[in-house]
Every structure is written in structure tokens, then in C-alpha cells.
């Protein structure tokens, strides 16, 4: 059996529970598809989804993060004197 630290376990809580709502989502625009698959009378895919505008769209050099040299500046000056303290707990707050 998994041992969570409460702050671990609320985590894990809250990507269960966005879970869910992901499905409930993909399950209501699963129904207006096929409504609309049923009723159209020239039902096409590329109505309900177009995988090549959406490919386009990804592809599209306009939807690429350019990196900022500044922001990358100062993120690598807070950064600089951060290390990672691993500690081995007492086994408090575990659920």
C-alpha cells in the first residue's frame, strides 16, 4: 500500500477529482458529435474534427514559445543558490 503525506494524498485527491471533470468533458462533446453525425444530412468528419487544420495549427511557427532572454536571466539568478534537501520523514502526517 502507497504511504502519502497529507499534502501528497490532497494532490493526488485533486488530480482524481480533474480527472473526472476531463471525462465528463470529452463525454458531453462525444454526444454533440454524434448528435450531429445523426442529424446532419451530409454528416462529415471533418465537420466534427480536422485533424490537418489541427495539425496546421500545431505546426504553425506563431504557436512556438519563444524563450525570453531576460526572463531566462533572472530565473537562472533565483535558481543559482537553490539545492534540493532530501529528508527522510518520521512518518508524520501520513495517510
Given at each position: 500500500m502507497l504511504e502519502l503525506t497529507l499534502v501528497e494524498y490532497?494532490?493526488?485527491?485533486?488530480?482524481?477529482?480533474?480527472?473526472?471533470?476531463?471525462?465528463y468533458?470529452?463525454?458531453?462533446?462525444s454526444a454533440m458529435a454524434n448528435r450531429y453525425a445523426h442529424h446532419a444530412k451530409h454528416a462529415n468528419e471533418r465537420k466534427i474534427f480536422d485533424k490537418n487544420?489541427?495539425?496546421?495549427?500545431?505546426n504553425h511557427p506563431g504557436n512556438q514559445k519563444k524563450s525570453n532572454k531576460?526572463?531566462?536571466?533572472?530565473?537562472?539568478?533565483?535558481?543559482?543558490?537553490?539545492q534540493v534537501k532530501f529528508t527522510v520523514g518520521d512518518g508524520e502526517n501520513k495517510v
Open positions: 490532497e494532490a493526488a485527491l485533486r488530480g482524481m477529482q480533474l480527472r473526472t471533470i476531463d471525462q468533458e470529452f463525454m458531453a462533446k487544420k489541427a495539425l496546421r495549427s500545431l531576460q526572463m531566462l536571466q533572472q530565473a537562472n539568478k533565483a535558481l543559482s543558490d537553490y
